[in-house]
């Protein structure tokens, strides 16, 4: 796994614009090993959690960055490289997980909110304003399921919000997942929202699960699209390469496409497969974030 000189996770090269996402992802995968399989991940890490979050929110107001000190990513405000949903999301479940509620409480006060509508949105961009009133936040709305998401991440129901709203808002799980299933989805190469739905999914099961959610996680596991993350041991045997520390081209492409036509076998499950080609080394990432989850997702995705 790679790491900066801090101990924090980053890609290879030191390449530290996804730090916040993984380090959520890796810390809830670890909770649910170590706590609901009793299949603890063997390789220990230099920072605990408190640690990271220490780290990730340099002054402990509820500002988390998306990496604290590597430049482009230590300025939570840019639009283009600051604290976005995408870093959220996992950082917010993998807190709440690990009891530290506290701070997923900093962190939802210190999100912008916009006066008129009340609409929160994420650190990555800018106020609009109009005759010196900010009016309008122009990062990513929080809304919905991510709502839901803080909701059972601090310990509350959704479904005892108070006015509906997260009862209604489980219904964009659902439809998240329709979003991974043929027909809406036919790129076997698209693999980029998968993480984030994969941890709202599992908050859904360990937290207030309720039938919309069951269904939402049940479409998911059962009708995604077969990623070509599935087929790593098919290409091997054909082509005599590990599909996930080549090159992804348009020659390669063609072959796990013609391949898969002509029937091969999968050797990994729907959900497994799109995670491990998410985490391929090629792509500079670190494959023991997808070997974390492989018994979360054959317990829970399967």
Same mark, same amino acid.
């Given at each position: 796994?790679?790491?900066?000189?801090?101990?924090?996770?980053?890609? @290879?090269? %030191?390449?530290?614009?996804?730090t916040a996402q993984?380090?959520?992802?890796?810390? *809830?995968?670890?909770?649910?090993?170590?706590?609901?399989?009793?299949?603890?991940?063997?390789?220990?890490?230099?920072?605990?959690?408190?640690?990271?979050?220490?780290?990730?929110?340099?002054?402990?107001?509820?500002?988390?960055?998306?990496?604290?000190? %590597?430049?482009?990513?230590?300025?939570?405000?840019?639009?283009?490289?600051?604290?976005?949903?995408?870093?959220?999301?996992?950082?917010?479940?993998?807190?709440? &997980?690990?009891?530290?509620?506290? /701070?997923?409480?900093?962190?939802?006060?210190?999100?912008?909110?916009?006066?008129?509508?009340?609409?929160? +949105?994420?650190?990555?961009?800018?106020?609009?304003?109009? *005759?010196?009133?900010?009016?309008? +936040?122009?990062?990513?709305?929080?809304?919905?399921?991510?709502?839901?998401?803080?909701?059972?991440?601090? !310990?509350?129901?959704?479904?005892?919000?108070?006015?509906?709203? !997260?009862? %209604? &808002?489980? &219904?964009? %799980?659902?439809?998240?997942?329709?979003?991974?299933?043929?027909?809406?989805?036919?790129?076997?190469?698209?693999? !980029?929202?998968?993480?984030?739905?994969?941890?709202?999914?599992?908050?859904?099961?360990?937290?207030?699960?309720?039938?919309?959610?069951?269904?939402?996680?049940?479409?998911?596991?059962?009708?995604?699209?077969?990623?070509?993350?599935?087929?790593?041991? /098919?290409?091997?045997?054909?082509?005599?390469?590990?599909i996930l520390e080549?090159?992804?081209?348009?020659?390669?492409? @063609?072959?796990?496409?013609?391949?898969?036509?002509?029937?091969?076998?999968?050797? &990994?499950?729907?959900?497994?497969?799109?995670?491990?080609?998410? +985490?391929?080394?090629?792509? !500079?990432?670190?494959?023991?974030?997808?070997?974390?989850?492989?018994?979360?997702?054959?317990?829970?995705?399967?």
């Open positions: 796994m790679f790491f900066d000189d801090d101990g924090l996770i980053v890609h @290879r090269g %030191l390449d530290g614009g996804d993984r380090e959520g992802w890796y810390w *809830l995968g670890v909770w649910i090993r170590e706590n609901l399989l009793n299949d603890p991940w063997p390789l220990a890490r230099r920072l605990t959690i408190t640690e990271v979050i220490g780290l990730l929110e340099p002054k402990g107001d509820g500002v988390f960055y998306r990496h604290p000190k %590597l430049p482009p990513w230590n300025n939570p405000h840019d639009k283009k490289f600051g604290f976005s949903r995408d870093q959220m999301v996992p950082l917010v479940a993998a807190m709440g &997980a690990w009891g530290h509620r506290d /701070a997923i409480r900093r962190l939802w006060n210190a999100l912008p909110q916009d006066p008129v509508g009340g609409t929160k +949105h994420t650190f990555n961009g800018e106020w609009v304003t109009v *005759l010196g009133e900010k009016l309008i +936040h122009t990062g990513d709305v929080v809304a919905f399921s991510t709502i839901n998401l803080f909701r059972r991440s601090w !310990g509350e129901d959704p479904a005892n919000s108070g006015n509906g709203s !997260g009862s %209604l &808002a489980e &219904a964009e %799980l659902l439809a998240n997942s329709a979003l991974k299933i043929p027909p809406a989805m036919t790129d076997r190469d698209n693999v !980029g929202d998968d993480l984030n739905h994969i941890v709202s999914l599992l908050m859904s099961i360990i937290c207030f699960p309720n039938s919309t959610t069951e269904s939402a996680v049940n479409s998911y596991a059962k009708n995604r699209l077969v990623s070509y993350g599935s087929f790593v041991g /098919a290409y091997q045997e054909e082509y005599g390469e590990n080549i090159e992804f081209n348009n020659d390669v492409k @063609r072959r796990l496409d013609e391949g898969i036509a002509k029937g091969w076998r999968t050797d &990994a499950s729907r959900v497994y497969g799109a995670v491990r080609w998410y +985490h391929r080394p090629s792509t !500079g990432a670190n494959r023991e974030l997808a070997e974390i989850y492989e018994p979360i997702i054959k317990a829970y995705l399967e």
